[in-house]
């Protein structure tokens, strides 16, 4: 017998970046490798999918996808933008459960996919230019007003869904953030707290929009020490998005398929 017939290993890709989802072939590829438990196509279901929903919206929220360097949080991510932004690719996922949780929303978004890298612009600046940017390449022309001249964001954030909502109609429009806390434990505190400010104005007009958002985080925000001067803010801030944790028995489970299949 040879080791071939007892083994199959499966090369794993230790970095994913969220942006390689944009390349549709990539997309593909993706969510074909992405390999998920039963227990976590119920976790994703519950606490990520079910605040995507564009009908019967009651209260959704921002989703917050909590997981530690190599625990597949990008590739998770970009399994769910790529089957939100293209039905045909619903098919290749590997979890049934997941197939049938994920069908109301596949096709149904168009999807903006932002990685924060080393910058000292404010949280504001970033996901607005890249919003700009975005609809710009749709032929769809908005420009935020500036922050000095503002009293909330929410009202430039809904009236950029109305310009939205004139070229594609019912569809939503999902913004994906990767690398979010290595970004915020750089920032001061007064900056920070207007960086949670504009994320629980995001979070906001989530349930009157159809304005969907994620980001992946390394750890837990609203428990996190390394936050207690601006706990306050974060409170305001925590009634507004859903927490979804990756948990230990979901990495192992990956591991026991994709490196021990046989």
């Given at each position: 017998?040879?080791?071939?017939?007892?083994?199959?290993?499966d090369?794993?890709?230790?970095?994913?970046?969220?942006?390689?989802?944009?390349?549709?072939?990539?997309?593909?590829?993706?969510?074909r490798?992405?390999?998920?438990?039963?227990?976590?196509?119920?976790?994703?279901?519950?606490?990520?999918?079910?605040?995507?929903?564009?009908?019967?919206?009651?209260?959704?929220?921002?989703?917050?996808?909590v997981?530690?360097?190599?625990?597949?949080?990008?590739?998770?991510?970009?399994?769910?933008?790529?089957?939100?932004?293209?039905?045909?690719?619903?098919?290749?996922?590997r979890?049934?459960?997941?197939?049938?949780?994920?069908?109301?929303?596949?096709?149904?978004?168009?999807?903006?996919r932002?990685?924060?890298?080393s910058?000292?612009?404010?949280?504001?600046?970033?996901?607005?230019?890249?919003?700009?940017?975005?609809?710009?390449?749709?032929?769809?022309?908005?420009?935020?007003?500036?922050?000095?001249?503002?009293?909330n964001?929410?009202?430039?954030?809904?009236?950029?869904?109305?310009?939205?909502?004139?070229k594609?109609?019912?569809?939503?429009?999902?913004?994906?953030?990767?690398?979010?806390?290595?970004?915020?434990?750089?920032?001061?505190?007064?900056?920070?707290?207007?960086?949670?400010?504009?994320?629980?104005?995001?979070?906001?007009?989530?349930?009157?929009?159809?304005?969907r958002?994620?980001?992946?985080?390394?750890?837990?925000?609203?428990e996190?020490?390394?936050?207690?001067?601006?706990?306050?803010?974060?409170?305001?801030?925590?009634?507004?998005?859903?927490?979804?944790?990756?948990?230990t028995?979901?990495?192992?489970?990956?591991?026991k398929?994709?490196?021990l299949?046989?």
């Open positions: 017998m040879k080791y071939s017939e007892l083994i199959q290993f090369p794993i890709v230790t970095v994913i970046e969220l942006k390689s989802a944009d390349d549709s072939a990539k997309a593909k590829e993706l969510v490798s992405y390999v998920m438990s039963d227990n976590m196509a119920d976790l994703v279901s519950a606490k990520i999918l079910s605040q995507l929903g564009l009908t019967d919206v009651v209260d959704n929220k921002g989703v917050l996808l997981g530690n360097y190599g625990t597949g949080k990008s590739h998770l991510m970009s399994v769910i933008s790529a089957i939100a932004a293209d039905s045909s690719y619903l098919e290749l996922a979890n049934e459960k997941f197939r049938t949780a994920a069908k109301p929303i596949a096709g149904n978004f168009e999807v903006l932002i990685e924060i890298g910058t000292e612009a404010s949280l504001r600046t970033i996901i607005t230019n890249n919003i700009e940017q975005d609809l710009a390449r749709r032929g769809i022309i908005f420009k935020f007003p500036d922050v000095g001249n503002i009293t964001n929410k009202d430039a954030l809904v009236a950029m869904m109305a310009a939205f909502a004139e594609y109609g019912a569809k939503g429009y999902l913004i994906i953030v990767d690398e979010l806390l290595d970004y915020l434990k750089g920032r001061k505190d007064n900056e920070l707290m207007q960086d949670i400010g504009f994320m629980r104005e995001l979070g906001e007009i989530v349930k009157s929009t159809k304005l958002f994620i980001s992946g985080i390394q750890e837990v925000l609203f996190n020490p390394t936050f207690h001067n601006v706990s306050n803010s974060l409170l305001k801030m925590k009634d507004r998005y859903e927490q979804a944790l990756i948990r028995e979901d990495i192992a489970f990956v591991v398929q994709r490196i299949h046989k």
